[in-house]
Nanobody, 118 residues
Framework: QVQLVESGGGLVQAGGSLRLSCAASGIIASNYVMGWFRQAPGKEREFVAAITRTGNVGSVTGRFTISRDNAKNTVYMQMNSLKPEDTAVYYC???????????????WGQGTQVTVSS
């Protein structure tokens, strides 16, 4: 079975950093587009970053950087200069081709909470 397990969330002060991890099993992460999305209470799930099979990346802010460790079958997102508006549940997801739409992703993790205090 396919499993995506996020970790690394927590409480951090504004201006601080976190690194989120997404450990994949049941799929080879390098054979998929791997994406990060976030959802705040009362708001729609939104795209944050993604990485393609060949290592091309996209993100909505230069403060966040997505990467992949093929040996560990794990995707990461380094988040720097965090702001209170970054507070959300962050989800890891996978699909075959690049997309910024959460509706088009096939596999999802359980999410990890990121809270940025002021």
């Amino acid at each position: 079975q396919v499993q995506l397990v996020e970790s690394g969330g927590g409480l951090v002060q504004a201006g601080g950093s976190l690194r989120l991890s997404c450990a994949a099993s049941g799929i080879i992460a390098s054979n998929y587009v791997m994406g990060w999305f976030r959802q705040a209470p009362g708001k729609e799930r939104e795209f944050v970053a993604a990485i393609t099979r060949t290592g091309n990346v996209g993100s909505v802010t230069g403060r966040f950087t997505i990467s992949r460790d093929n040996a560990k079958n794990t995707v990461y997102m380094q988040m720097n200069s965090l702001k209170p508006e970054d507070t959300a549940v962050y989800y890891c997801a996978a699909r075959q081709t690049y997309s910024t739409s959460y509706r088009e992703y096939d596999y999802w993790g359980q999410g990890t909470q990121v809270t940025v205090s002021s």
